[in-house]
């Protein structure tokens, strides 16, 4: 994996993640395979639609935004995906959070992965397959941006600091863009 300068935390970039599936397979069955869910998290005090859909797989549960997840069982594509993210990072995750980005007006506001479940100092590894969109990164205080194009199988490692001093999302756009499928590797504490 090759570094990405950020001040105040740690990215890590790989084009390709080695599968033996093309990605057009992979994000095909992740499509068919998944029990997808739209669900409703609190922002502000609100009860909101998320605008994609979601779901939890993996050993433990998770809460965020209002949400408790139960963990569904890795499924044997979940699981090929997840050893080859371990191969290449050479971190153990235990939990996959896959999100489905229908299109273009599919997004993911402003946020930092910093829930207590995931410790101090959480090692995320975010896994696209699908339509190329654009992740943003905003520093907490600086406001500094950083724009990334996650494209078709690509690998991105989020750790140390990361978390504690950047947010990161995926905005709408009006460009017409095909589904994107992208799963996020954590370890549940």
Known sequence: MSPVPLPDGELAWLQQLPLPYT??????????E???????????GK?????????????????????????????????????????????????????????????????????ASLGPAPV?????????????????????TLKMDLSDGSLLLMSGGTQIHWLHGINKTAKPVGPRVNLTFRKII
């Open 124 to 144: 995320i590894a975010s896994l696209s397959f699908g339509a190329t969109r654009t992740f943003i990164l905003r520093h907490k205080r600086s406001k500094q």
């Open 23 to 32: 990605n057009g397979e992979v994000l095909a069955r992740l499509i068919a």
């Open 47 to 115: 009860r909101h639609l998320q605008p994609r859909l979601s779901a939890w797989y993996g050993e433990a549960g998770y809460r965020y935004s209002g949400l408790s997840l139960a963990p569904a069982p890795l499924t044997p594509l979940l699981e090929t995906l997840r050893g080859a993210v371990q191969d290449v990072t050479g971190h153990h995750f235990n939990s996959v959070l896959l999100n489905y980005y229908r299109n273009g007006q599919d997004s993911m506001g402003m946020h930092a992965d910093d829930e």
């Open 34 to 44: 998944t029990d997808w869910r739209e669900e409703t998290v609190l922002v502000y």
